[in-house]
């Protein structure tokens, strides 16, 4: 045991406190990401109406139903953020701001890469809707990853699947299908399990948020 | 100084002991990237030979498969020995989160470009665009979690070129892919090999003294 204890002058102690630390930040990391999941709910939510807007509703302007429902959709977003950010005990350990780097990257890519796909006329595309499903599945996959997280690896793994079907399909009404699970179904649910079970899973492990 | 020393129960010496840790956790993030400048070299120099083949060579159709597989091989051959060569005790939790990302990024382009292939989308105008974000979005997501500027730069590249592809012919989107990979990997591969070896000459200079 001596030689453990010692090795490369890092003692027993030292990282028995090192791992309970990364493993509380890992914690952390979950409870923010539920903290934050009412984000995927919201845009479950304008995915759907958009959906609908463009498909139920074509004659009131259903040309504009993305580009609006995208740009409320970002407002709520930020107007959701700032409120929370006002709001007692926010903060944020370094497995929240690397989960926070994750989402904000990918949602800056996203934005890019939707407005200018829209501007190019190139949105009917199926690849450019399955790159969407794979970012989306990217982001949730290396979340999983950093909190060790199989749900939401599950949830990557659905939109992954989601990418790959709409090319293996290559039809209209599977990809209006796909799109709809997706962005409607599987962002509200996950967003939903991710607000109830982390409190839970926290009170149960007796991790202090 | 009480409330600093015991606000919401954490004390001074975990709030130093986590700042201690996080910046320990980039700087082994950002060394373990240096560590692997030369596998952006790899891909870039595949990506150009492949274009080129595809474009000017002799069976085209063999060009991007041929170019994967061997650049695909000698990555995971150099990667295997590297790992042998450092040892296991080499690679931090931090390290291996970077690989994580690099995985999952992996994992999802995979998926991306064989569902492409084998649905025949390979030929749209979105798909150069695709490769460029999916390569941005993951460089810029770790230069964001290692707080690094110049990969930043490199992603903000690949995302101008991803940008550029749309609104450009197909063939001047090619050339913005050729432009990007030439920065973005050869290059910023290159600059990351010149620190790798700065650093580890600095180490033995250390070790010396």
């Known amino acids: 045991m001596s030689d453990f204890d010692t090795d490369n002058g890092t003692t027993r102690d030292d990282l028995v406190q090192r791992i309970a630390l990364m493993e509380a930040m890992i914690a952390e990391g979950r409870q923010y990401t539920g903290r934050n999941s009412w984000i995927f709910v919201v845009w479950g939510v304008v995915d759907l109406i958009a959906i609908s807007w463009q498909y139920y509703f074509r004659h009131f302007g259903g040309r504009w139903a993305w580009p609006i429902c995208l740009f409320v959709g970002v407002i709520l977003t930020f107007g959701g953020k700032m409120l929370q950010r006002r709001g007692q005990g926010y903060s944020k350990n370094d497995e929240c701001a690397r989960v926070m780097s994750v989402w904000g990257m990918m949602g800056l890519a996203l934005g890019i890469y939707v407005a200018s796909g829209i501007l190019t006329h190139f949105d009917w595309q199926y690849s450019y809707m399955a790159a969407i499903l794979m970012m989306i599945g990217m982001a949730h996959a290396i979340s999983a990853m950093i909190l060790h997280w199989r749900m939401q690896g599950l949830a990557a793994a659905i939109y992954w699947a989601g990418g790959v079907a709409i090319l293996a399909f290559n039809s209209g009404k599977a990809t209006t299908a796909i799109w709809l699970f997706e962005m409607g179904i599987v962002m509200i649910v996950f967003g939903l399990y991710a607000t109830r079970v982390e409190p839970n899973h926290s009170r149960a492990t007796g991790v202090r948020a | ?67 994967l597989a061997i650049t695909i091989l000698g990555v995971s051959v150099g990667q295997a020995r590297q790992t042998k060569a450092a040892g296991s005790g080499a690679f931090s939790s931090k390290s ?21 292939a084998a649905s025949h989308h390979i030929g749209d105008p979105m798909f150069v665009s695709v490769l460029c974000f999916f390569l941005g979005t993951v460089n810029i997501t770790s230069a964001s979690i290692y707080r690094w500027k110049m990969q930043g730069l490199a992603g903000a590249i690949w995302w101008a070129a991803g940008v550029a592809a749309l609104f450009v012919s197909p063939n001047d989107g090619g050339i913005a892919f050729l432009v990007a990979t030439f920065l973005s990997q050869i290059v910023f591969g290159f600059y990351l090999m010149a620190k790798e070896r700065r650093r580890a000459s600095q180490q033995t200079i250390r070790a010396i003294a």
């Open chain 2, 1 to 67: 100084m009480t409330n600093f020393d015991n606000n919401g129960g954490t004390t001074r010496e975990d709030l130093m002991q986590r700042v201690a840790l996080m910046e320990s956790m980039i700087a082994e993030g950002r060394e373990s990237t240096m560590r692997y400048g030369w596998i952006f070299v790899a891909w870039g120099v595949c990506y150009i030979l492949a274009v080129l083949w595809s474009s000017i060579g002799p069976h085209p159709f063999l060009a991007w498969p041929v170019c």
């Open chain 2, 96 to 116: 291996r989160t970077l690989g994580g990302v690099w995985m999952t990024f992996g994992i999802g382009i995979s998926l991306f470009c064989a569902a492409a």
